[in-house]
């Protein structure tokens, strides 16, 4: 099997086209949500997800603080499903996020919010799901099928809805421009593809890793020590680099993989600082950055050719780690198209 022939892979491809589509299909929608919270004066946000989508809700913490200036706190769904608490949302903007449109999690969340009159949008890939039926705004990620367990065009989809939500909402110009920007931005992120090919059988014994990054990019982190769970089955963990000093850093050892994601230069300075320190213990880094100052660091690294805000620059991290985690699960002998024990839908009640 080559990495090329697996549906993860060309769903990879796609993500450009697919936030494309998103960005035409849903237009009108987020113009009339981000004019009604506005209207409504709304200072509170909750999101709702689970996975992948989470982790994209982890995004959408951090663009609607930075845009916004607005915080955003998760949903604990078993406050409803397993306490039967009375979540007082009225004044709310709750947002439930699921590919399937099946979490019920999610749902539940978004429901008992509409049910207070609480202004709701769900996100999803599918049209026609109990999510999709739930909430006073439906926005589609709009990616076509996704065939794939491993999630990857609908990941980016999900976080482009997030930063089309923030950026209609504050009237950010320089935040709309780039946003327009970031299909041409993955295209040229992809011609990394044969870096990226000669790297991975580095990785080749690999049975850890921590992938760290901080900020925005902690949302790809996540989601990056997922990817490579699902598909390598390799243990890896993800972590914000300011909380890996609080304990996980005495797991540090010779030759140990750490991945570190800095692109941006509000990050160079901290990456840069941790990087000296775990390589004084010989950790094997990983740098994947647009700072070529910073990827000298790295044991090895793989530099970006295109630089951004934060807002936009997790979009370029996540398709490089998501080509990492396909090239290295295809080279184990791993279909990352329908990894052991997973499906595509999958519900936690």
């Known amino acids: 099997?080559?990495?090329?022939?697996?549906?993860?892979?060309?769903?990879?491809?796609?993500?450009?086209?697919?936030?494309?589509?998103?960005?035409?299909?849903?237009?009108?929608?987020?113009?009339?949500?981000?004019?009604?919270?506005?209207?409504?004066?709304?200072?509170n946000i909750m999101i709702a997800g689970r996975g992948t989508s989470d982790?994209?809700?982890?995004?959408?913490?951090?663009?609607?603080?930075?845009?916004?200036?607005?915080p955003v706190t998760f949903a604990a769904p078993s406050l409803l499903t397993m306490y039967k608490c009375n979540l007082d949302l009225r004044d709310?903007?709750?947002?439930?996020?699921?590919?399937?449109?099946?979490?019920?999690?999610?749902?539940?969340?978004?429901?008992?919010?509409?049910?207070?009159?609480?202004?709701?949008?769900?996100?999803?890939?599918t049209e026609n799901s109990v999510l999709a039926k739930s909430s006073n705004y439906t926005l589609l990620c709009s990616a076509g099928p996704e065939k794939s367990v491993a999630a990857t065009k609908?990941?980016?989809?999900?976080?482009?809805?997030?930063?089309?939500?923030?950026?209609?909402?504050?009237?950010?110009?320089?935040a709309e421009r780039e946003l327009r920007e970031i299909p041409d931005s993955l295209d040229k992120v992809?011609?990394?593809?044969?870096?990226i090919q000669s790297l991975v059988p580095r990785y080749r014994f690999m049975s850890e890793c921590f992938v760290l990054s901080r900020g925005v990019n902690y949302a790809v982190a996540l989601e990056a020590a997922l990817k490579i769970q699902?598909?390598?089955?390799?243990?890896?963990?993800?972590?914000?680099?300011?909380?890996?000093?609080?304990?996980?850093?005495?797991m540090i050892n010779s030759g140990l993989p750490v991945i570190v994601l800095a692109p941006g230069k509000n990050l160079a300075a901290e990456a840069g600082s941790f990087l000296d320190r775990i390589s004084a213990a010989h950790a094997d880094t990983l740098v994947i950055s647009d700072d070529r100052e910073l990827c000298r660091k790295g044991s090895?690294?793989?530099?970006?050719?295109v630089s951004a805000s934060d807002c936009a620059n997790a979009f370029h991290t996540t398709a490089v780690i998501q080509m990492f985690a396909c090239r290295l699960a295809v080279l184990l002998e791993n279909n990352p198209d329908k990894p052991r024990m997973l499906k595509k839908i999958a519900d936690v009640n």
């Open 1 to 43: 099997m080559n990495a090329e022939d697996t549906f993860m892979w060309k769903e990879i491809m796609e993500s450009p086209a697919a936030i494309e589509n998103s960005m035409r299909v849903n237009s009108k929608a987020i113009k009339e949500l981000a004019g009604e919270f506005n209207r409504r004066k709304i200072r």
């Open 55 to 70: 982790h994209a809700a982890v995004y959408g913490q951090y663009i609607l603080g930075i845009l916004c200036g607005i």
């Open 92 to 125: 709310w903007f709750v947002i439930g996020i699921s590919q399937s449109g099946q979490t019920m999690d999610a749902v539940s969340i978004v429901d008992s919010a509409a049910a207070q009159g609480a202004l709701t949008a769900v996100i999803t890939n």
């Open 154 to 174: 609908t990941f980016i989809t999900e976080m482009d809805l997030l930063l089309q939500i923030a950026t209609a909402i504050s009237g950010n110009a320089e």
């Open 190 to 195: 992809f011609t990394m593809n044969n870096m």
């Open 230 to 250: 699902e598909t390598t089955y390799v243990k890896a963990l993800g972590f914000a680099i300011s909380d890996f000093y609080h304990g996980p850093l005495a």
């Open 300 to 305: 090895v690294s793989l530099q970006l050719p």
